[in-house]
């Protein structure tokens, strides 16, 4: 598969796998490793390979049988045998490919079976440089070499391969994050548990008024902060946002799908025909999403303006400036640090199979540089090395709102310069980023066929994680609150003709965001001076278009797009848009690390795929909003409010965090919305 794909769906580098290699020597017997040969079952040949299905379009895995070969446990009167699977790379000799054909072969056995065929140009084209991932199961008291002893002696043929891994039962130890992993999750249970009784003992068997019941006891209770996850307000004509924000990770749960179960974990049994997919016009839907990740930098700047201009002033800002700084990290530390706690420890033991490699290289990554998360400097230090690679999302948004007060401090004067103060980041972050992309003349995408790896490098390092280039949709976003609160109270009022073509002008700039990438994904496209402007303007023009949605829905010229975006559904995705958004890639490498078999792919099963992505990914996150998030900021509201203290009890609608039965999740675990 083309390297530039691969490292668009995710990007990774070599980590320690966190298996126990010693216990891996320590196994090994060649004296007893004779002795067993020559007492293997079939079992041992049932579970290893075979010719690869469907080879002739691009598979070139045949994974055996994962868990029947680490199943065998055979006793016998000198020994017992148990089972070891290895994964074999064979690099192939191109145009002809021999496979041995192991199913059936005794290693005693003289005559040898080859599966020998010839590769069609165009796969020979795109698959020059792969190899056979093979699968051995062999004793446990034996290395690989032995079983392919055979063909290695084999004069024909010469069979090269080297070992890539090899796993045995309960190969992977405990280490100290999963000590301390199952110490805070056990007391987050304990705490929830004994709060959900209380509230419950309350409400329902004593049937007392919820009101009377004390905030600080039923914190975490699942019974109230599952109601107020439900509970929803009336309709207010800011609902649109709840739909941009709703429609954008699914779309990045779609591609995130699209990738991991077919490129980058999996073996896919069509994976030419998969890769030739990527390249059409007609899947640019999937493969552009990168946009929706510059919905949310325009989302987070325009809650951040449109509420700072209203509920604060110059002085203000400064006085409270390290709250402001503090309450934005809070707001994101809850779910976030549970996420990379889970990473690094108890998600390695939730499954297994002949990919769980690749889950294993996160969790080392999140071992060791699990504080570049939490201190949102992941676009910047190990920027190949991420603990979470999706949230370098909210490293670069971090570092937004931390310069953002440079710009709000200019809102609270007169109009003019204001929107001064607005324009000039926007104009200053284009003519940098065009300084940047004339300087390295980066590719569209990161999966143009044209693209080498250091090209690929340098466009995710220098413009697709860098702050300055992707923060023209959050000061657009902030220009947007700004005139949105300049209008709050009034209905802005347009003649026909100004919105047909304010809608047209959107719509096309929204497809051209989409679809400009087609023609600089092909082979041989080298048009320099286009890529440098596409990429300068498309994420200037994508918030514009979103903006002026937005505005439209508003101020009542939204009509169908309204209506749609503001539907009740968004609201609860809305709200778990975070979790969802921390822990959908968790639930995706679960699940491809355990297939046994290489994948079929088509449209059918990337989107049933993603419809089991989504429904675990909402579960997960709605578990995590309840138990972790919305706790933390009761508990942390009660410790501002000094309700430890005694004090005269107040009315529900003042001490309680969520009175009015919205959550503190709807304006808290959102990813770029920002309150002030």
């Not at 165009?122 to 002893?149: E, F």
Request: net charge positive; glycine share 4%; proline share 5%.
């Amino acid at each position: 598969m083309h390297s530039g794909l691969i490292l668009t769906c995710f990007l990774s580098v070599s980590a320690d796998n966190l298996f126990n290699y010693k216990l891996y020597k320590d196994v090994l017997d060649p004296e007893m490793c004779k002795l067993q040969v020559q007492s293997m079952s079939h079992e041992f040949y049932d579970a290893s390979f075979r010719t690869p299905e469907g080879i002739l379009d691009g598979n070139f895995a045949s994974l055996g049988h994962y868990h029947q070969c680490l199943a065998i446990n055979q006793d016998f009167p000198d020994s017992n045998i148990q089972g070891k699977y290895c994964l074999l790379r064979s690099h192939m000799t191109l145009p002809i490919i021999r496979i041995p054909t192991l199913a059936g072969v005794s290693v005693s056995e003289e005559k040898l079976t080859w599966t020998e065929m010839t590769l069609p140009p165009r796969l020979m084209k795109a698959y020059a440089s792969q190899s056979l991932a093979l699968a051995v199961c062999v004793p446990k008291t034996c290395t690989v070499d032995v079983m392919l002893a055979p063909y290695a002696r084999n004069p024909v043929v010469n069979f090269n391969y080297s070992e890539e891994y090899c796993r045995l039962p309960n190969d992977r130890p405990f280490v100290a994050a999963d000590y301390v992993a199952i110490f805070v999750f056990s007391l987050i249970a304990l705490l929830t548990v004994f709060s959900t009784a209380y509230d419950l003992r309350h409400t329902l068997l004593l049937g007392k008024d919820p009101k009377q019941a004390s905030e600080l006891y039923r914190a975490c209770s699942l019974y109230t902060n599952t109601r107020r996850l439900l509970a929803f307000k009336k309709p207010r004509p800011i609902d649109c946002l709840d739909g941009i924000r709703s429609l954008s990770i699914l779309w990045i749960v779609l591609y995130h799908t699209y990738c991991t179960y077919f490129f980058y974990s999996n073996y896919v049994v069509n994976s030419l025909e998969a890769f030739e997919w990527s390249y059409k016009r007609h899947t640019m839907w999937i493969i552009s999403d990168t946009v929706a990740v510059d919905s949310f930098f325009t989302l987070g700047g325009l809650l951040l303006a449109y509420s700072a201009a209203n509920k604060m002033n110059r002085s203000s800002l400064l006085k409270n400036l390290h709250k402001f700084y503090m309450g934005r990290y809070i707001r994101l530390f809850p779910l976030l640090a549970a996420a990379v706690l889970l990473q690094a420890s108890l998600i390695h033991r939730v499954s297994d199979g002949p990919n769980w490699h690749y889950m294993a290289d996160r969790v080392e990554l999140c071992r060791r540089y699990w504080w570049t998360a939490l201190l949102h400097v992941q676009n910047i230090v190990n920027s190949f090395d991420m603990c979470l690679p999706q949230t370098w999302y909210l490293s670069v948004d971090m570092q937004l709102h931390i310069i953002s007060p440079l710009v709000l401090y200019w809102v609270w004067g007169s109009r003019r310069i204001a929107y001064t103060a607005l324009i000039v980041p926007i104009v200053g972050s284009l003519i940098v980023t065009l300084v940047i992309c004339f300087r390295f003349n980066f590719i569209t995408s990161r999966i143009a066929l044209s693209a080498n790896q250091q090209q690929i490098r340098e466009h995710v390092l220098y413009y697709y994680q860098n702050t300055v280039t992707r923060s023209a949709p959050f000061f657009i976003g902030m220009l947007c609150g700004y005139v949105l609160h300049v209008y709050r109270g009034k209905k802005a009022k347009l003649p026909w003709w100004s919105l047909v073509t304010c809608y047209t002008l959107a719509l096309v700039t929204l497809f051209y965001a989409i679809y400009i990438v087609h023609p600089s994904l092909q082979a041989g496209w080298k048009d320099h001076f286009s890529d440098n402007i596409h990429n300068s303007f498309r994420r200037v023009f994508w918030p514009l278009a979103l903006c002026w949605l937005i505005f439209a829905c508003i101020h009542g010229f939204g009509g169908p797009v309204n209506w749609f975006l503001s539907l009740r559904l968004w609201k609860f995705v809305g709200r778990v848009s975070y979790g969802m958004f921390l822990y959908h890639y968790m639930v995706q490498y679960t699940f491809a690390g355990a297939e046994v078999v290489p994948v079929y792919f088509n449209l059918e099963t990337m989107l049933t795929l993603f419809a089991s992505d989504v429904m675990y990914t909402v579960l997960v996150a709605s578990v995590a909003c309840v138990v972790i998030e919305e706790p933390f900021f009761t508990l942390q509201g009660l410790l501002l409010a000094g309700v430890f203290k005694p004090q005269q009890k107040q009315p529900a609608a003042e001490s309680s965090p969520a009175a009015d039965g919205t959550s503190s999740l709807e304006s808290k675990s959102v990813p770029g919305k920002s309150s002030v």
